[in-house]
């Protein structure tokens, strides 16, 4: 009998093909070629040819099983590697004989390469599956360095995954990502739940990304980097999905409010206005008076008036955000709602800075919707409010889009005025026109 050969399967006996036709099983070209990124000069013989061909048929011939073995292969030859993989699979058959065998031998690969892990390694391994898609070098100590143990260690950690072939790395916008298979997602978050660190990790990744969402929202609104932030903020919509997905069903309610929040704008500017909508809506349909989790301990309260109630503020944030979407979708009706709605919060909070912006959002809609008079007298409020706390950046908003209404109105002269002092502060800061 010999060796037949299928995409990825290669039932063996003992009578193997000769060696340059068992070199052209897919299965074991892969298998020979992850061995000989540790050992170039690895070559199959007639000695190595049926531990390397009988690994083969252990995994079933699958890659990702194929690319976890072969990672052991800097310390273990292909017979060691062969008895290893074998003890692995023996133990996990007695434990789960209803597993499908497909299932099973992922799996098997999976708790055979987990194992060979140092302790510190396995604990960031389940850690890092609360992250979704490729996420950021730098986000990997701020949610998985729990007990502190340094930048240092956590990268060793890092590399010490790679070598196992349970993390990959990618390149994008010149910086490192990192991600999971699905398959290796799934194993670690079993391993996570199994040591009941899920909450605190979620919560210290939900914490980590309202302080870059928080940053990257005033980049935007300033201009500058745009294009650099919006293409950070695009990588990162994978985990900003599964934490958002995870604070709704934890009941995270304010947090998620904040971040969200602090998302809409990108939302805006990326026209992703649905997606946009359901995440605000989805947290501004929660119960007020759900407790927080403390999350503000892990990050700075950007915005936020010393003693101001958080929830109110990200509330009234959130309900600004989503009015945005709505007036870019045609829904002036709802949007003047949730502005209204805003407009009182951040004057109970007494945040004269929401209360400006607010105010000059709801100029934009009411103008929209054919309410010149009402939207000129808001516009006016708006602006009153930013100059007398000194605040160019708004002031300059509220100037260009007044102007733009008298210009709408043929009050030619004022409006000029208003560009004229609008383009000063724009020259002055050297910034490009925001908007909204």
Known sequence: MSLSCRRWRCPISPQLPPLSELAQVEAVALLLARLRAVHPELELTA???????????????????????????????????????AQQF?????????VPLRHETLAAALAWSYEQLSPGAQQLFAR???????????????????EAVGRRVVFDRLDELLEHSLLQRYEHAGGTRLGMLAMVREFAQQQLNRHGESVHVHTRLLAASIAFAEEAEAKLLLGEDQALWMARLDAEQDSVRAVLNWALQATVYTEGLRLVAALWRFWYMRGMLREGRRWLEAFLATPEDAPGQGLFQ????????????????ARAHALDGAAILAWRQGEYEQATYWLRDALERYRDAADRAGEARVLSHLGLVLADSGAFDAAFASYEASLAISRDRADSLAMSAVLHNLGNLHCQQNNNARA??????????????AILPISP
Do not use: M
């Open 47 to 85: 000695t190595n040819a049926l531990p390397l061909a009988a690994i083969c048929v252990r995994v079933d011939g699958l890659p990702l099983a194929i690319e976890l073995i072969a990672s052991r292969g800097r310390l273990l030859s292909p017979q060691e590697l062969l008895s290893e993989v």
């Open 90 to 98: 023996q133990h996990l058959r007695r434990r789960g004989r209803d």
């Open 128 to 146: 890092l599956s609360v992250f979704g898609g490729r996420w950021r070098l730098d986000a990997v100590a701020p949610v998985c360095d729990i």
């Open 298 to 313: 892990f990050v700075g309260k950007t915005g936020a008036v010393p003693g101001h109630p958080v929830a109110q503020v």
């Open 416 to 429: 000029l005025e208003l560009y004229e002092e609008c383009l000063a502060i724009y020259e002055q800061r």
